[in-house]
């Protein structure tokens, strides 16, 4: 039995769909997310080759790719293997193709565009000899209208899903800003008072698009390979903007149908305390940065993430600091701190 709620029997869906029709061997549901250029493949269960994770190698030259999503929703097209001479980087993407899926033939379909995602189903073969047929692609536009709805139908399962399984996270975090993004990191939920605050502190126009700032962390720190990998986080991160500190922390929640879904929560607050003056009493760089949370309400452990240190390494640093003010425990050493910094800065300037 099929379940026509679970977003990753989609393409266990199609193929046997098409194959009372047209033959393949295996296909590819793919959904790219615009214009961030990241991506995600959905293929049938029990392939012995993960092209989700392969995909990346090709995606930036793949002619397949480009040539399909430039079709009118509802197009199809045919490739076979002399379709990629055109130019090197056409043939490497041939080649990695074969080599990883021993996939020769090419049938696909545009299914939708929005101002957020492109997304295209494609078909395959491995026999070399068993071409796609201009029949073959007049099949497949012809059942358009249903493969196109029920793709629009299952991905929007999919985003409730993801949807779902990141309230809890967004209920847990109080007030907090949130936004909402699916394993590929495309934005499924942007609620408008958080855009509009991104759009002010990052003077940022673009509509459900990522500041830089915030996709360069998210792509370096926590899906460096292009999806974030199972079972990790959370990440935090503080971003300096020129009114106030963004503390930005991601969670990685899996929902019932094993998707990954992206909850990022943004904390602003005013700017730390700018503790280097205390250098002059023997404190560290890293005692002064250690310091500088503590006007904020930091934990221990909140500390350390946005450090990118261990929580005992925070301990370790607030005690020296505290022995070189002559302080104990945290309102003190804060109390202290402010006291020596005044007092330092005002001897500079005379």
Known sequence: MINTQDYSEFPHILTSVINTLIPVDWMGLYTFGLPQNSYNVATNPGLPFDWNEKYIEVMEHDPVREKSLRQPVGGACIFSPKDFYSSEEAVYCYETSKKYTDTTQFLTLHCARTPAIDSGIAFYRTDEKFAFEESDRQTLEYLSPFLVSLSHTMMLHAEFDLKRAALETVCKSSKDLYLCLDGALNIIDLPQETEAFLRRCFKHSAWRILPEDILIWLKSAVAP???????????????????????????????????????????????????????KDGLSPREQEVL???????????????MNIAEVTVKKHLKNASRKLGACGRTETLFNAMRRKSLLESASVF
């Open 225 to 279: 390979r292009g999806a974030i990998p199972p079972g990790a986080g959370p990440w935090t991160t503080v971003c300096v903007l020129p009114d106030l500190e963004l503390t930005m922390t991601a969670h990685a929640v899996v929902t019932e149908q094993q998707r990954t879904v992206l909850v990022l929560l943004l904390k602003p607050h005013d700017r730390k305390e700018d503790f280097a003056v205390l250098a």
């Open 292 to 306: 500088s949370y503590l006007p904020l309400g930091y934990s221990n452990l909140q500390i350390a993430q946005a």
